[in-house]
């Protein structure tokens, strides 16, 4: 079972591993589109996880596997704790969920803070508190997508509990590459795509992984690529992060719908897409910006098949 499933990264990664889910769910209409276009045998529920019933759904009890990539939990800037807001409650609803499911197996994916930072310490004191009083062992770590083979410097904060019987043969993924993928190799194919003369050059100055990609709130206006200083590394690989184009450059480098007058070159949402390393064939559902969030909120796949994959090896034996 996944929740909060968005755009199906993580859930993509998972079924790369092997597991097949007998329920997802999401809040958001867009986001329960794009799932249910890409895999149409999915059980795609649409509502928001706190008002969940797992009575009303009772394959989802004992699954294998309950997996979430949760929307981000926020801590204060200017003091140790952690916001309240819906994002931890939907991190505390998923605990809860577990007494009710008694997965094998539990999954969250969230920020590097929840597994390490004195300002999540409560937090994990309440998940901890839970698990063991459902008999499970359980393991924090930090990933980093770049180790996956995602051209992207991405940190996940991971949390992995099993039941106790499973728990000790658990082992945290390994890296799956001898040497990161570049922003530029990544992307060399789609920005050649129309013939522009320049993408040779283009791709050895964006020679490096490319920066975290942030989703972005509802709350505020279009899809960018992140804040001041991850603008600043964009700009290093000459790329505009202040937003995305409708093309990828023509012969001449033009970008049609770019009226900024940079020099800098604009993603399109699928290049953000090939940056998530998202199959090219996976397609999102809704307008620009709503397909971009769903892209900068995801788990990369490769991220959630290594998960997967750890996982099922500690169920198998």
């Known amino acids: ?9 993580l859930a993509l990664g998972l079924e790369q591993a092997g597991f097949q ?3 997802l769910l999401d809040e958001k209409q867009v986001a329960c589109e794009t799932l249910r276009t890409n895999r149409p045998a999915w059980n795609v529920l649409q509502t928001d996880l706190q008002d969940f019933n797992p009575v009303d759904h009772q394959q989802t009890y004992d699954v294998d596997l309950l997996s979430a990539g949760l929307p981000r939990v926020k801590s204060s800037a200017t003091a140790k704790r952690v916001e309240t807001g819906a994002e931890l409650r939907l991190l505390e609803a998923t605990v809860y969920l577990a007494h009710a499911v008694q997965p094998r197996a539990l999954l969250i994916e969230n920020v590097p803070g929840l597994v390490d930072s004195e300002a999540f310490d409560e937090v994990r004191s309440f998940i901890q508190g839970e698990l063991e009083h459902l008999g499970y062992g359980f393991s924090w770590f930090i990933l ?9 410097d991405r940190k996940q904060g991971v949390l992995v509990a099993l039941k106790k019987q499973y728990f000790g043969r658990f082992q945290p993924p390994t890296s799956t590459v001898t040497r990161y993928t570049t922003a530029g190799e990544a992307l060399h194919p789609s920005m050649s795509a129309r013939g522009w003369t320049g993408t040779d050059d283009w791709a050895k100055q964006a020679d490096q992984v490319a920066p975290t990609l942030v989703g972005g709130s509802d709350k505020r206006g279009g899809a960018d690529l992140g804040l001041t200083g991850s603008k600043r590394a964009w700009a290093r690989m ?10 990828v450059p023509g012969p001449d480098g033009e970008q049609e ?6 020099s800098l070159k604009k993603l399109t949402v699928d290049q953000a897409a090939v940056l998530q390393a998202f199959p090219t064939d996976w397609i999102f559902a809704g307008k620009k910006t709503a397909r971009y969030r769903q892209i900068g909120h995801a788990s990369p796949p490769p991220v ?10 500690a169920l198998q034996g």
């Open 257 to 262: 719908s770019d009226n900024s007058g940079s």
């Open 21 to 23: 889910p007998v329920l």
């Open 304 to 313: 959630g098949k290594a998960l997967g994959t750890s996982i099922a090896d």
């Open 1 to 9: 079972m996944d929740v909060c499933s968005g755009g199906g990264g």
């Open 144 to 152: 980093n997508a770049q180790d996956f083979g995602v051209p992207q």
């Open 238 to 247: 000459g790329i505009n992060g202040g937003a995305l184009a409708d093309e």
